[in-house]
């Protein structure tokens, strides 16, 4: 039976640990993932905010997860010592997110519904002013980032603490990259954050972002596409949101009227 990405080369520029899924569902439709992380995930810099963090949890209302990353980097260094507090409500900006706190146990956690980013979960009854003001909010995300979320939060009266549990750093080799569009390797790439997005601008030059601009570009997320937009790609498509919109953004494409 043939499959919708029967010979389609496919980059995925996930940090590698989060790159598996959607590189088994592109082989399982007949496509060949091509690897090449945009971020580099590691421990803080510095861990003693975090160690601060887990020691003051009881003081916090809510607990907001920016990423599955900032899970990884958190939630298993507080259960080391003790359980989830039951009075600490968490809260998630993504379904992926969300996933991976109910397999570390947590089972109640807030996350928006069809939209994913910092505007839809300030859209929730929890995060209103009369719910939030006057409360501790821990936020646990990766160095740097928006700071809409803290922002916002912060105008609503709730007391913030922005956690870096995690570390980001972009690549710094593009050579792979760079053979690959030259030598017209690649039918696609998909992109999973604005940041992997200025990452891969910066590492190409001239001519590397010129073929770029002439590949198709999935991305989940408007603000993605925006900024896609702006830098001059001409075939941006908005995808639903996580791995398997991506797939069926990916799985739909007309492929031949492109080529």
């Known amino acids: 039976m043939n499959k919708p990405l029967q010979g389609r080369r496919i980059l995925v520029t996930r940090p590698a640990a989060l790159a598996g899924r959607l590189a088994g569902l592109i ?5 060949e993932p091509v690897l090449f992380p945009l971020l580099e995930i590691g421990p803080a810099v510095d861990p003693l905010p975090l160690q601060q963090a887990i020691a003051q949890l009881d003081s916090y209302a809510l607990a907001v997860f920016i990423s599955p990353n900032a899970v990884n980097y958190s939630v298993p260094l507080v259960l080391a010592s003790r359980p989830w507090p039951a009075a600490v409500q968490a809260a998630a900006i993504g379904q992926s997110t969300a996933l991976q706190l109910v397999s570390c146990g947590i089972a109640e956690v807030i ?5 994913f980013d910092s505007e839809a979960l300030l859209e929730l009854p929890v995060f209103q002013p009369a719910r939030v003001a006057g409360k ?3 936020i646990l ?14 105008a609503r009266g709730a007391s913030v603490n922005c956690v870096a549990c ?3 750093s972009a690549p710094t080799d593009a050579r792979p990259l760079v053979s690959l569009l030259r ?3 690649l039918d696609a790439l998909t992109i999973s954050s604005s940041e992997g997005l200025r990452s891969l601008w910066a590492l190409l030059d001239t001519e590397g972002c010129e073929r770029l601009r ?8 408007p603000r993605i596409a925006e900024m896609a937009a702006e830098l001059g790609l001409q075939m941006i498509v908005l995808t639903a949101p996580a791995d398997a919109g991506i797939l069926e953004g990916l799985c739909n494409f007309s492929w031949l009227h492109h080529e």
């Open 111 to 115: 996350v928006p519904c069809g939209r």
């Open 183 to 185: 030598n017209k390797r």
């Open 214 to 221: 002439r590949l198709p570009l999935f991305v989940a997320h």
């Open 141 to 154: 995300r990766g160095n740097g980032g928006r700071e809409l979320l803290a922002d916002t939060l912060l």
């Open 166 to 168: 995690y570390q980001r």
């Open 27 to 31: 082989a399982a439709q007949g496509g």
């Open 136 to 138: 501790n909010v821990l």
